[in-house]
């Protein structure tokens, strides 16, 4: 099953919860930026994006997810 933010409840998740979480995980493994964007296969600008609340497409995420070694649904409060 794949998650987008489209069809989440927004009363579940915002942009800016989304965002955190991928922060939080990035920095939990110890991974800046950069390590993240060469990692995953995405630009650090793309990141930083993600991070601030802008362009969290599914795909990314998912990218992101897999480089950090976490689920997918960690980056989506319930």
Do not use: H
Not at 13 to 41: H, P, Q, W
Not at 46 to 54: P, R
């Amino acid at each position: 099953m794949s998650i987008s933010l489209n069809n989440l409840d927004e009363s579940k998740a915002t942009a800016i919860d989304v965002a955190a979480a991928v922060k939080v995980a990035r920095e939990a493994v110890g991974y800046s930026v950069d390590d993240l964007a060469v990692t995953c296969g995405l630009i650090a600008g793309e990141i930083q994006e993600i991070e601030s609340g802008e362009g969290a497409d599914p795909a990314k995420l998912k990218r992101i997810a897999a480089a950090l070694q976490v689920p997918l649904s960690s980056f989506v409060p319930m």
